[in-house]
């Protein structure tokens, strides 16, 4: 048992904050063969941002960034089979 090979899961992560690099997240999935993307798209300075936007306009205080993103790289995630984990929201 102890020889047996447990399971690679590859992890890649395409945002650690608000105005992290967009292009990220095609990064990672471009890049090599991952098995999850994931994003924090809620960091502490990130809900202040958002909680302000909120306050300014009432449709705001989202995090956009990541529509963005997943515009890019859904349909390859798709057909990669590649799972995404994110907070984003608002």
């Known amino acids: 048992m102890a020889n047996e090979a447990k ?3 590859r992890i890649a992560n395409c945002s650690g904050f608000y105005g992290d690099r967009l292009s990220a ?3 990672m999935v471009e890049g090599g063969p991952i098995d ?3 994003g924090d798209y809620l960091a502490e300075l990130t809900l202040l ?3 302000k936007m909120k306050q300014k306009d009432s449709e705001g205080g989202y995090a956009r960034t ?3 993103q997943m515009e890019e790289v859904l349909g390859t995630c798709l ?3 590649i799972k995404i ?3 984003a929201g608002g």
Do not use: S
Request: glycine share 4%; hydrophobic share 50%; net charge positive.
């Open 25 to 27: 997240a095609r990064e």
């Open 7 to 9: 399971p690679v899961l």
């Open 85 to 87: 984990v994110t907070n």
């Open 36 to 38: 999850f993307l994931t």
């Open 79 to 81: 057909d990669k089979g």
């Open 66 to 68: 990541f529509l963005k």
């Open 49 to 51: 941002i958002l909680w």
